[in-house]
């Protein structure tokens, strides 16, 4: 690794894990600290991977649109994948397999929804992408809480489906289950990984990324998928966290990163940083917990504005 | 000898298993309850909407009403967890997991908070006397009557514009003293959305006003007996003795047979 911002971050990362792991843990009972251990780390887990995945799928799909503004939830696919796990946990309590795969069928369903908006919408095409996931993104929302008024069971926790919350019930006896889903998602990151350098010809020209051999189209739909496949599994885990994959890769290009490859690194391990500081915060800012998307989007919203402007800038 | 040991041994089991229960209470009014019932020194964690009575300020925060911090909740080592109304489906997993007793305790109208409290005490068994129950039940039979038939409508909030029925906690409480309550058809629910049109056609008597919002009176002056109607403004202490179904029944009866009658 050239850069030396990297090792930097590194030690950013390492940092927060140590406090986030350790914190309060002294005051404690001995005889409890194990048994909230195990609480802590796998939650821990479960921050570090939501990290990861929502910036690599930003970041990818940044690249595939040639769009800097976009991620998963502006397209309106977490928004889908939230109603798949809403209607599953209504109608198969619980079963974890069902929500799965429900919320990939319908973030599915929601990018080709979203897509077929902004095809047929005239108009500058950075815009229009964005303006059909905002369309999106109300139909799915307006559905996840019509679905969550109408069976009275869900609608308390609605809200912190909603704005993503990291409180999540690990069950033992699911573990090899857990595994099994996590090593899928280190499999789609590292199919990202190979595929940067097609990326990098894309980025710059697709016209010139066609001549040299790389079909832009197959691509296209590939990456989608594994995009869809990763955020639809870490919303059915979390709920919809917003803005993380948006935020994350523009600041790395803004600090001067180009290539792809280095951009997906350094993203992930300020990624999965980010998103474990947000939960800190979240979890001990206030008495109770709040939602992480809240922590999230307060204090991501000055740097949003920025990437907005400078993008706008350019076009 | 020995069988005086073994004697001892269950003694101190017996002693360990029943009065060393701790117990979370996860909703204002099961804590209320608790205290009330003399079982205020075992709670160990609380919400925190929790505030009644004073003592509760050293216990343990670990949660709010809705969503509750597993890690705090674990550190205080319950054998106990109470829930009114409010057990979602991740709280439920999580206990199941880490194999803690848990309850859920509906007190929401006048019988279910005698029948919550019987349910409460069942549970912490201990060879308990009744009179604290029993006090409450005979309050609750002797409830003055009125016998106009009046029409009272509750309001709790005015945007959204909802109302309390007779399966509400205060409704009960009026139903039994005579007044009569808005019913929206097959809805059995506590509190509903009520439009202005069902109040034009259910023509209340005296409005309730469950918050502290007090231009919302100006609204009904467009109904026929505006003049007569009788309004009456709860404070912040009294809603929140209103809001939770608990011990502090008999203050409300009190207070609701103070106001109306």
Redesign the interface.
């Known amino acids: 690794m050239k850069n030396k911002n990297f090792f930097f971050y590194l030690l950013f990362f390492f940092l927060i894990s140590y406090f986030y792991l350790n914190f309060r843990m002294t005051s404690?009972?001995i005889d409890?600290r194990r048994?909230?251990f195990y609480?802590?780390f796998f939650r821990y887990f479960l921050c570090i991977f939501t990290g990861i995945v929502l910036t690599t799928s930003g970041s990818v799909m940044q690249v595939i649109f040639n769009n800097p503004l976009v991620d998963p939830y502006v397209l309106g696919i977490s928004g889908g994948a939230l109603f798949g796990f809403t209607l599953s946990?209504i109608f198969f309590?619980?079963n974890l397999f069902v929500s799965l795969l429900f919320s990939f069928i319908f973030s599915i369903l929601a990018s080709l929804i979203s897509l077929s908006f902004s095809l047929s919408l005239k108009g500058e095409k950075k815009i229009t992408v964005l303006l059909s996931g905002l369309l999106t993104n109300i139909l799915f929302s307006s559905l996840v809480i019509l679905l969550s008024i109408v069976s009275k069971?869900?609608s308390?926790?609605l809200?912190?489906s909603m704005m993503g919350?990291l409180?999540?019930?690990?069950?033992?006896t699911n573990l090899n289950f857990y595994l099994f889903v996590g090593f899928f998602l280190i499999l789609s990151i590292f199919l990202i990984l190979i595929k940067s350098k097609e990326l990098d010809m894309i980025s710059i020209n697709e016209e010139i990324a066609k001549t040299s051999g790389v079909d832009v189209k197959k691509n296209f739909y590939i990456l989608l998928l594994v995009v869809i496949f990763q955020t639809s599994i870490i919303v059915s885990f979390t709920g919809v966290i917003g803005f993380v994959g948006m935020i994350i890769p523009n600041i790395i290009k803004i600090s001067g990163q180009t290539k792809n490859r280095e951009i997906f690194f350094n993203s992930i391990i300020i990624g999965a940083a980010l998103v474990l500081l947000a939960d800190f915060i979240s979890?001990y800012s206030f008495?109770?917990?709040i939602p992480i998307g809240v922590v999230l989007s307060l204090f991501s919203l000055p740097l949003l504005f920025l990437i907005v402007k400078i993008n706008f800038e350019n076009l | 000898m020995k069988l005086k040991n073994i004697n001892i041994f269950l003694i101190l089991f017996f002693y360990i298993s029943v009065f060393s229960q701790r117990i979370v209470s996860l909703a204002p009014n099961v804590t209320e309850t608790l205290f009330y019932l003399s079982y205020g020194d075992k709670i160990v964690g609380r919400?925190?909407y929790c505030d009644f009575p004073p003592e509760v300020k050293n216990i343990k925060?670990v949660?709010?009403f809705?969503?509750?911090?597993?890690?705090d909740i674990?550190?205080v080592?319950p054998d106990i967890v109470f829930f009114s109304n409010?057990l979602?489906?991740?709280?439920k997993?999580?206990l199941e997991?880490?194999k803690i007793r848990y309850f859920d305790v509906k007190m929401e109208n006048i019988t279910q908070v005698v029948e919550g409290m019987r349910e409460i005490t069942k549970i912490l068994d201990k060879d308990f006397d009744s009179t604290k129950i029993d006090t409450i039940v005979k309050r609750i039979d002797n409830i003055k009557k009125q016998n106009d038939s009046l029409k009272i409508l509750v309001e709790v909030s005015q945007q959204p514009f909802i109302v309390a029925t007779e399966e509400s906690y205060i409704g009960s409480i009026l139903s039994r003293m005579g007044f009569i309550l808005p019913k929206i058809g097959y809805n059995e629910k506590p509190y509903v959305t009520f439009s202005f049109e069902n109040v034009l056609s259910f023509k209340p008597d005296i409005i309730i006003f469950m918050h502290g919002y007090k231009k919302s009176k100006n609204k009904y002056s467009i109904l026929p007996g505006y003049k007569k109607i009788k309004f009456i403004f709860l404070d912040h202490q009294q809603i929140d003795v209103f809001s939770r179904p608990g011990p502090r029944i008999l203050e409300s009866i009190d207070l609701l047979e103070d106001l109306l009658l």
């Not at chain 1, 409180?167 to 033992?172: G, K, Q, S």
């Open positions: 404690y009972v409890i048994e909230i609480l802590r946990s309590r619980g069971n869900n308390t926790s809200f912190y919350s409180n999540y019930p690990f069950i033992r979890k008495q109770y917990e | 919400t925190s925060i949660g709010s809705i969503e509750f911090n597993f890690e674990l550190s080592k409010n979602t489906p991740k709280a997993t999580f997991e880490e």
